[in-house]
């Protein structure tokens, strides 16, 4: 059994991961464990790329981001070998928000994680696709577990890309959010979609959910499930700031947003238009460019350790 830990670089809690190590070790003796750790941003996608083939368990140490990067490396490596048989994933949580546990059904303790692999607990999720615009304006495509968001989400994650600060990763996002409040236009959205959604206005947001958390524990889509081979679509039109914050509660316990600009569909595949300024894209936390934008669904495109 060969398992690869893929650790984020400037985790803040680095004798907690040390102890995790040292039990995984313990619990799988050598040659069982490689520990590789991602250098700069982007690095763990070449990491995860190069790690398929080689090990039964690829584990993401860290949090919605370095899963994010982990599962587009494995989805590269798909591309460019036919046939490749991708690991297992698998995750221990050390992120601020870890959105995507949530929606997985696990706590990402090393405990369970042990656990897990001894059982050998394997669930087959889905997987999305978005493809946009770089922020070059250069075609791209991507992959997601959790979310794809455009619009005021999309908009915090954007801001936050471009400041460069001192303060903690948890401040910082804070203070986008604010920022991005106190400054956020609606925008003028066309959200078509395979299952005969065709709507245009002005929208705080769309969120395509492949889980049913983002934004730090907000249930931005509580009728999403990760393995049904659909998108949860909510679609929050011409809704003010206050709107918003009113409904945070809601949120937070899974409660579908009371505001008859809100709703919710579901679809394999959505097209998003923005007939004036392009509108930013992010996926999992991670900016990923512009409008337009095609989202798809990939069912059961990989295997999760999970109940």
Request: glycine share 10%; aromatic share 6%.
């Amino acid at each position: 059994m060969k398992i690869a830990l893929i650790l984020k670089g400037d985790i803040s809690d680095r004798r907690q991961f040390s102890r995790e190590l040292r039990e995984l070790e313990t619990e799988f003796p050598s040659p069982g464990i490689t520990l590789l750790e991602s250098e700069y941003a982007g690095h763990a996608v070449a990491l995860a790329a190069g790690a398929c083939g080689q090990f039964d368990y690829l584990i993401a140490v860290g949090g919605d981001g370095t899963v994010h990067e982990i599962l587009n490396g494995c989805m590269q490596a798909c591309k460019a070998r036919a046939g490749l048989k991708l690991p297992v994933l698998g995750v221990l949580a050390h992120g601020s928000a870890n959105d995507f546990v949530r929606s997985l059904g696990v706590e990402g303790t090393v405990q369970e994680l042990v656990s897990l692999i001894h059982s050998r607990a394997e669930r087959p999720i889905d997987a999305g696709r978005v493809m946009c615009d770089d922020a070059a304006g250069e075609p791209a495509e991507h992959y997601f577990l959790n979310v794809t968001d455009v619009g005021i989400g999309a908009s915090v994650v954007e801001r936050l890309r471009k400041r460069h600060s001192y303060l903690s990763s948890n401040l910082n996002y804070l203070k986008a959010i604010i920022s991005t409040f106190l400054t956020y236009r609606h925008m003028e959205l066309g959200v078509t979609s395979d299952e005969g959604l065709d709507w245009q206005g002005r929208a705080l947001a769309l969120v395509a959910a492949n889980g049913c958390y983002f934004g730090s524990g907000l249930c931005v889509a509580p009728g999403a499930s990760i393995d049904d081979g659909k998108l949860f679509l909510t679609l929050v039109g011409d809704a003010s700031i206050v709107d918003f914050l009113m409904n945070l509660g809601r949120l937070k316990r899974g409660i579908p947003l009371d505001n008859p600009v809100a709703e919710y569909h579901q679809a394999s595949s959505v097209h998003v238009t923005c007939p004036g300024r392009p509108a930013p894209v992010e996926a999992d936390g991670e900016f990923l460019g512009y409008t337009p934008a095609v989202i798809e669904i990939m069912p059961g495109a990989v295997t999760f350790l999970a109940p």
